[in-house]
């Protein structure tokens, strides 16, 4: 097992050193120069959130507060409990900036794939559905792209973050009441099982229930903690900085150990540019593309900047080992408790089972718009609905260390061809943007897009079905 880990180790270092970092930055840096900083566009982006549902001829809409959920569901889980607590213990307090700046720059490619989603979604017969795998075949022109992103997608978030959702709710129970690891992942699993054979529907009214609330309440506990603490509050903020940009950690290696967690710890939580939210963001019925992309830019923020914020606030100020000798989830429970006494890790353990709850329905949805681009034979899907069950149980049971260590790597391999896909495409989302800013100057308070703006731009429309199922 120490040479399994060893080489998962190796692969996962090389991928992300040489790889994945890198096309994060350019992408993001891209869209955020050539959109003009749209990610900054916050005021519009809580209108649209706010806003009316547009209604479609599909008779059966999923809203754009519906389907941020489901894509919110899969966001906000253990990255934002437990890998915000690995990130720290492993790459100290930096890995906080980095969090946040990789969000800052990959809110920018969040809107770009969900825009691309949008513009190349299909009617199904529930709901819309499309993401990377649609916009890789009608857009780029590569079916085996499609596929291959569909695959790894479904083994990503089906299988390796379900995995560790499960993992990391078993090790949660375990500590707060000595329940034994397999007896959760058997629960978890029959109640996963029952919400996801019944479809995106079901996902997202349950999503649009648990998602909201617990974000509030969460993030009121880190108010309450910060507000004991708030003596303490500028000294942590300085020691993020500090230790971001320090010349002792640059010296001592300790600030390449900051940016890779900070990073990969982000990327696993708000899964910007992932490809992932896309799925999502596809399924809203909405009168232009670019306003579910900018609802979904939001959701990055939303995850990062504010849910990750609180839980590395609140271990922070709660002057936690932060030596290794204590990581994952325990470490979050163990700040907790310092100011909730011992109904804090309790307070944790629940929060960490619903949220990962809503990320393991919302992980699985990914997977099912992926086998029914692969194949739209149902028994496929019911297979994988099964296999889903099956390795939440089996997620219960895993070490930590195999759990994250095979989800960083099956997530920087469909980041990377997402990226990729999106570069290739990065024309039509900036045409598509121009056109939501020219009918907003001309006063158009809700405006509508059609497939003749990217004709009279020269864009073939091949598998872009806007005007017939978006009227």
């Avoid at 946040?100 to 825009?115: K, L, N, R």
């Avoid at 089972?353 to 086998?371: D, H, K, T």
């Avoid at 003749?452 to 017939?468: P, V």
Wanted: a neutral charge.
């Amino acid at each position: 097992m120490e040479t399994f880990n060893s080489l998962i180790s190796s692969a996962n270092d090389f991928i992300w050193t040489y790889i994945v970092i890198g096309l994060l930055c350019i992408t993001g840096l891209h869209f955020t120069i050539r959109t003009r900083f749209v990610q900054l566009s916050l005021k519009e982006m809580f209108r649209l959130l706010g806003g009316s549902t547009h209604k479609s001829s599909t008779g059966k809409n999923i809203s754009s507060f519906q389907a941020f959920c489901v894509s919110l569901a899969s966001h906000v889980g253990v990255g934002n409990l437990s890998g915000v607590a690995i990130a720290i213990a492993v790459g100290g307090p930096a890995a906080v900036f980095w969090m946040w700046a990789i969000a800052v720059i990959g809110a920018a490619s969040s809107f770009a794939e969900c825009t691309l989603a949008q513009v190349y979604k299909q009617k199904s017969k529930d709901s819309f559905i499309g993401g990377p795998a649609y916009y890789m075949l009608y857009g780029v022109g590569r079916r085996w792209m499609g596929v291959l992103f569909a695959v790894l997608i479904s083994i990503t978030f089906g299988f390796a973050y379900n995995s560790v959702q499960s993992n990391t709710v078993s090790s949660a129970m375990e500590h707060s009441f000595g329940l034994e690891p397999w007896i959760v992942g058997v629960v978890l699993a029959i109640i996963t099982l029952i919400v996801i054979f019944g479809g995106i529907h079901r996902i997202a009214h349950i999503s649009s229930l648990i998602v909201p609330v617990m974000a509030l309440i969460y993030i009121g506990v880190a108010i309450y903690i910060i507000c004991c603490n708030i003596t303490m509050f500028p000294s942590v903020i300085g020691e993020i900085f500090s230790e971001a940009f320090g010349a002792e950690q640059f010296a001592g290696g300790a600030l390449g150990a900051g940016v890779m967690q900070g990073i990969r710890r982000g990327l696993f939580s708000n899964e910007a540019g992932e490809g992932s939210t896309p799925n999502a963001a596809a399924t809203a019925t909405v009168s232009h593309p670019v306003k579910q992309g900018l609802i979904q830019a939001l959701g990055v923020f939303t995850d990062t900047l504010l849910i990750c914020s609180c839980t590395a606030f609140i271990i922070l100020v709660a002057d936690v080992p932060l030596d290794g000798s204590v990581t994952g989830i325990q470490l979050t429970q163990i700040a907790i408790d310092k100011y909730m006494g011992g109904v804090g890790h309790i307070f944790i353990t629940l929060s960490i089972l619903l949220f990962a709850f809503s990320s393991i329905i919302g992980n699985y949805y990914y997977g099912e718009a992926n086998i029914k681009f692969i194949t739209s034979r149902p028994i496929y899907l019911t297979i994988y609905r099964i296999a889903v069950g099956a390795m939440v149980f089996l997620g219960s049971i895993l070490t930590l260390d195999v759990a994250w260590g095979l989800a960083d790597i099956t997530m920087a391999m469909m980041t990377t061809v997402n990226l990729v896909a999106i570069l290739i495409l990065s024309r039509i989302v900036f045409i598509v943007l121009k056109d939501y800013r020219n009918q907003k100057k001309r006063g158009i308070e809700d405006p509508t897009f059609s497939t003749r703006t990217l004709n009279d731009a020269g864009i073939n429309s091949r598998g872009i079905h806007w005007d017939e199922i978006e009227k």
